[in-house]
Structures are given as C-alpha cells and as structure tokens.
C-alpha cells in the first residue's frame, strides 16, 4: 500500500522531470529573434509578391521583372510580422503593360538581361495589410 503511494506521489515528478528534459534540448528562442522562414510559407509568398509588385511600381524600366530565386526568407515575430527576404531578380519580355509577369519569359541577351540581387525588408502588421516597407522610390541597381 505504502509503495502504491510513493509511486503515485512519483509519477508525476517523473513526468515533470522529463518534460523539463525534453524542453531543455531545445533552442531557446528569444523574443523578436530572427528565424529562418520556409520560402513556400504562405506570409513569404504574399511578401515576395509585393516586393517585386514594389519593385515594378518604382523601377523606370519598361520591362517588368519577376523573382527567379527566394536565396534566403527569414521572419521576425514583432508587432506582426517582419519578413527580411535575399532574392534574384531578372528582367522579363514583357512591358509593364502586363500585370502578371510570373509568365512572362526572361531576357537571354546578355545587354538585356540585368540580373540583380538585393535584400527587401518587410513588415506585415495585420493579415491583409502591409502598413511599412523600406524599398525606396528610386531603387539602386545593384539592389532590391
């Protein structure tokens, strides 16, 4: 009887103890940390879209580009959500009359092509609004 209560007062220190074990080989995150970001993610997604849709708005090229490559997505938990994105671009065949430039296809000439490579910043304060961005009007163009 004596041992049917020890180990009644026991289990649940052993469940504890292993909970805490189990918590403890994790990483622990800090708050407002940057995590790495599956570039699939749906919030990813709608930030690559409006980077390049930005990016198009302001460029002064009569082509539009479309991103060829997410290089690195990463997000932070702030007031929202922060996403910071390293993407390639490339210019496509298509004049900015086009809305959608996902199909168009990309430029082969070397003097037509202008690939680039930068890092866009983006905050996403509620689900459907973007209420800060840092792409600048005029864009460099070694940079997103």
């Known amino acids: 009887m ?5 180990s009644l007062v026991l289990l649940p220190l052993l469940l504890i103890a292993l909970v805490c074990a189990v918590h403890a080989e994790r990483k ?16 990813v997604q709608r930030a690559v879209n409006f980077a390049i849709s930005e990016y198009n708005k302001a460029s002064n090229d009569k082509f539009g580009h479309r991103i060829v490559r997410v290089v690195r997505a990463q997000k932070q938990l702030v007031a929202g959500i922060k996403y910071i994105l390293e993407v390639e671009i ?3 065949t298509c004049t900015k009359s086009v809305t ?3 199909s ?9 092509k202008k690939d ?3 890092a866009v ?3 996403w304060f509620s689900s459907s609004h973007n209420l800060s961005h840092n792409l600048p009007p005029e864009i460099p163009k070694d940079t997103i």
């Open 2 to 6: 004596a041992g049917s209560r020890l």
């Open 116 to 118: 680039k490579k930068g």
């Open 100 to 102: 959608d430039f996902s």
């Open 121 to 123: 910043t983006l905050g």
């Open 28 to 43: 622990p995150r800090l708050v407002g940390g940057i995590t790495e970001a599956n570039e699939n993610e749906e919030g």
């Open 90 to 92: 490339s210019r496509t």
């Open 104 to 112: 168009c296809p990309l430029h082969e000439d070397p003097t037509l």
